[in-house]
């Protein structure tokens, strides 16, 4: 029998294709994850007290509805274990193709979940639910979309290629907030009745097309090296955790960043119809800045290539500290202009300079074995503690505080302890993920 021939390696311009694919799997992809997850956060600001918590104080109902945006979050690092350890054992591929599939699927529920007046406490138990689905889905997205990109690129410019990943946040919250903006149009009485609802459905369509997408993309080299020598780790979380250090260093390093994302969208909404704006001023605040985060964050990927990610995300979460009361007075001044400039300053350029470089910094402390493990387990404790819970305090706070200052603080808070983090993270531009493909980093090689 002859021997079966041998594939030839794949040539430069093949590289470069399939690495554009995986780039705009990774943004296309990220993109409607975030969608669907920040559609739950705009919308839990605007209706879900009334609908799914009635006859509650409003502030109590905020309360209750950003406890379920909470429930998300709680959710997220249990998906980071979950697809990070059949990521790191089976693929990376086969996991970006499930978490899509989740997370739409319980997107398109909420669209059809009836409210309390028709099953009463059914309806925030189910809500509850779909939103811990959600949760445990973009748990496991996140690490899978950046890891393919930055297993594809190559060593100079991994920090550019990840910002794709990156940029599905803001595209994700262009999205959401564009087609919110739209439905919020509709009488008051019918976007309780059923407008809220059309955001939701349409996660059909986007899983659609990223579905479409994702399925061109091949399985990251780095990992096919480690399938091919059967060398797979059998318990990645096992293996992370027996050395938790480079995992807490990057939970501190991306609080501030998820700190100001989360104050500075969902909870914005809330808090800015709380003090009188309308809800199309606030919407049309976001988007702008979501605009402005889709320039900012691939200079701010593409710098850290250059300098160095350390310097980067230290300037954003400076800056971040630095605006964080200036930004509350610019909303507290009721005027439409200074809120859409206090979003842009706070979020669109100081969270996009801390949250731009982590794609390929989290990746980077891992080694191919346990890096979607690793990187999935940074990034959603980062999120939990930082985003999870941030707006619920901060509407405890400013309810029992009737100002904005705890918002200030709050915001102000998570931005220090990520510049305080990143002094103890080695700088990681320069490694080469190959290199550290056998282990998770010991002590000594990520300590400054």
Known sequence: ??????????????????????????????????????????????????????????????????GTFAAGYVARPLGGILFGHFGDRLGRKSMLLLTMGLMGGASFLIGLLPTYDTIGVWAPVLLIALRVVQGIAIGGEWGGATLMVVEHAGERRRGLWSSFTQMGAPLGSLMSTAVVAYVVTLPEDDFAAWGW???????????????????????????????????????????VLRNPRPVLLACGVGIGAFTAQSLLTSYMIAYATGIGYARPQV??????????????????????????????????ALLSAATAFPVLTLVDSKSPGLLILAVVLGHGIAQSLMYGPLGAL???????????????????????????????????????????????????????????????VRETSRSSLSGTADEVPHKEEVTA
């Open 1 to 66: 029998m002859p021997p079966s021939p041998v594939a030839s390696p794949p040539t430069t311009a093949e590289r470069t294709r399939q690495l554009r694919i995986v780039a705009a799997s990774g943004l296309l992809g990220t993109a409607v994850e975030f969608y669907d997850f920040l559609v739950y956060g705009t919308v839990a600001a605007l209706v879900f007290g009334e609908l799914f918590f009635p006859g509650a104080d409003p502030a109590v109902g905020t309360i209750a509805a950003f």
């Open 362 to 424: 989290f990746s980077e402390m891992f080694g191919t074995k346990v890096r979607y493990t690793g990187a999935s387990l940074g990034y959603q404790g980062a999120t939990l503690v930082g985003a999870g819970f941030s707006p619920m305090i901060a509407g405890s706070l400013v309810a029992g505080s009737d100002s904005g200052t705890p918002v200030a603080l709050l915001l102000c808070g998570g931005s220090l302890i990520t510049a305080l983090t990143v002094w103890f």
């Open 283 to 316: 919407l049309d605040a976001l988007t702008v800045s979501a605009a402005v985060a889709l320039v900012v964050l691939p200079c701010a990927s593409a710098l850290s290539d250059r300098i160095g990610r350390r310097p980067v995300v230290l300037a954003g």
């Open 197 to 239: 609802r059309l955001p939701f459905l349409l996660s059909v369509v986007l899983l659609g097309v990223g579905l479409f997408v994702r399925l061109k993309v091949v399985e990251s080299p780095l990992f096919a090296e480690v399938k091919k020598d059967r060398s797979e780790s059998r318990l990645p979380v096992l293996d």
